[in-house]
Nanobody, 115 residues
Framework: QLQASGGGLVQAGGSLRLSCAAS????????MGWYRQTPGKQRELVAT???????NYADSVRGRFTISRDNAKNTVYLQTNSLKPEDTAVYYC???????????WGQGTQVTVSS
């Protein structure tokens, strides 16, 4: 089970730190990351850790967002800086444990950026 938190209302140019805590242990080879969705659009990748521990970012957030993880706390973070109104969305975290074929999603946290 994944619990996402940290969303909220912020002015353009502001920052938020999103957290996603897993109820079980996570390991370095587990793929874990953040996606977002706005009404009427498909869910899109924001930032993820691959099974090889590499970070992937959407072009739209590269340089502004940073994904990090603390395996000891079973948590992945998304630091969002220089937020723009177009970053407004529900942000979801996802976990794909290595070599299991399984996929878990958190409940989503709303990020709203006002202009």
């Amino acid at each position: 089970q994944l619990q996402a938190s940290g969303g909220g209302l912020v002015q353009a140019g502001g920052s938020l730190r999103l957290s996603c805590a897993a109820s079980g242990s996570i390991f370095s080879k587990d793929a874990m990351g953040w996606y977002r969705q706005t009404p009427g659009k498909q869910r899109e990748l924001v930032a993820t850790f691959t099974n090889n521990g590499l970070r992937n970012y959407a072009d739209s957030v590269r340089g502004r967002f940073t994904i990090s993880r603390d395996n000891a706390k079973n948590t992945v973070y998304l630091q969002t800086n220089s937020l723009k109104p177009e970053d407004t969305a529900v942000y979801y975290c996802a976990l794909r444990p290595f070599n299991t074929g399984l996929e878990y999603w958190g409940q989503g946290t709303q990020v709203t950026v006002s202009s």
